[in-house]
C-alpha cells in the first residue's frame, strides 16, 4: 500500500443547532460515524477495535464566544490514505444531515508536502497508559518512546511490513501544553496534549511523517484527536 499519498476532503456544513467548543469534536465524530455506518465494511470496520487509518480536524473558524452557532456555515477536513475510501466519504459528507448539521459540500485534494520539517497537533493526542495519563506516572522520555513505537505499530499493520531500520522519526519534541488539555468524550473528559516534531530527514522518518498526516498520531484518531499540520522546508 502506498503510504505517501494523503488525501484531504474539506467538508463545508451548515449548523442546524447551536454546538459548544467543548461537544464540537463529538458532533462531528457522530457525523461522520453516520456516514461509515451506510456502507457495510465501514460499518464494521467502526465497530471492530482496530487502526482506523483517517482523521479529521475540528473547526476551522474558532469562535471565541466558544459556541458556534445555529445557521452559521462551518467547515472541517477529514483525511485518509485510500483513493477509494477519500471518494465515498467526499460524496457522502456532503450530502449527510444530522441532528446537528447538514452537509453542503466537499472539496478533495491531495496533500503535496516536500519534505517535511515539522509536525504540530492542531487537536489534542491522546495515549492510553495502563495507569492513567503518562504524566501521573510517567517520563517525558516514555511519552515520547510511545509516540514512535505507536506510530510504527500503526504503519506495519497498515502496510504489513516490518520495519527493519532504526527509527529516528524526529530530531527534536516540544509540549505544548503546560497541564493536560480537557475533551469531552461520551460521558467522560479524555485528557490529551499538543506537540510539534521536528523531523528527520531521512526516508523513512519523512515516509512516516506522510503516514501520520493521513492518518493522526496516536490513538483514537476516529475520534477526532491526533490531527496534524505540517510546515515543508
Not at 482506523?52 to 467547515?75: A, D, H, M, P, V
Amino acid at each position: 500500500m502506498d503510504t505517501d499519498l494523503v488525501y484531504q476532503i474539506d467538508v463545508k456544513v451548515y449548523l442546524l443547532k447551536t454546538i459548544t467548543y467543548h461537544d464540537m469534536q463529538q458532533q462531528l465524530a457522530q457525523y461522520v460515524d453516520q456516514v461509515m455506518a451506510k456502507k457495510e465494511e465501514l460499518l464494521t470496520l467502526h465497530n471492530t477495535n482496530c487502526f482506523k487509518y483517517y482523521c479529521f480536524s475540528g473547526f476551522k473558524t474558532i469562535q471565541r464566544e466558544g459556541t458556534y452557532q445555529e445557521g452559521s456555515l462551518n467547515s472541517f477536513s477529514v483525511r485518509c490514505l485510500d483513493k477509494k475510501f477519500a471518494e465515498y466519504l467526499a460524496y457522502e459528507l456532503a450530502n449527510h444531515t444530522s441532528l446537528t448539521m447538514k452537509g453542503l459540500s466537499c472539496q478533495t485534494k491531495m496533500i503535496k508536502t516536500g519534505l517535511i520539517q515539522k509536525l504540530y497537533l492542531i487537536t489534542p493526542a491522546v495515549l492510553k497508559f495502563e495507569d492513567g495519563y503518562w504524566r501521573k506516572n510517567h517520563s517525558l522520555e516514555e511519552f515520547q518512546q510511545r509516540i514512535i513505537s505507536n506510530t510504527l505499530r500503526k504503519y506495519e499493520e497498515y502496510t504489513q511490513q516490518k520495519m527493519e531500520n532504526s527509527v529516528v522519526l524526529y530530531n527534536n519534541f516540544r509540549l505544548l501544553n503546560k497541564i493536560p488539555i480537557k475533551t469531552r468524550y461520551k460521558n467522560i473528559h479524555l485528557l490529551g496534549d499538543k506537540f510539534e516534531l521536528m523531523i528527520a530527514e531521512d526516508e523513512v522518518s519523512q515516509k512516516l511523517a506522510r503516514f501520520l498526516l493521513g492518518t493522526g498520531a496516536c490513538e483514537l484518531n476516529a475520534r477526532g484527536f491526533g490531527y496534524l499540520n505540517y510546515k515543508s522546508m
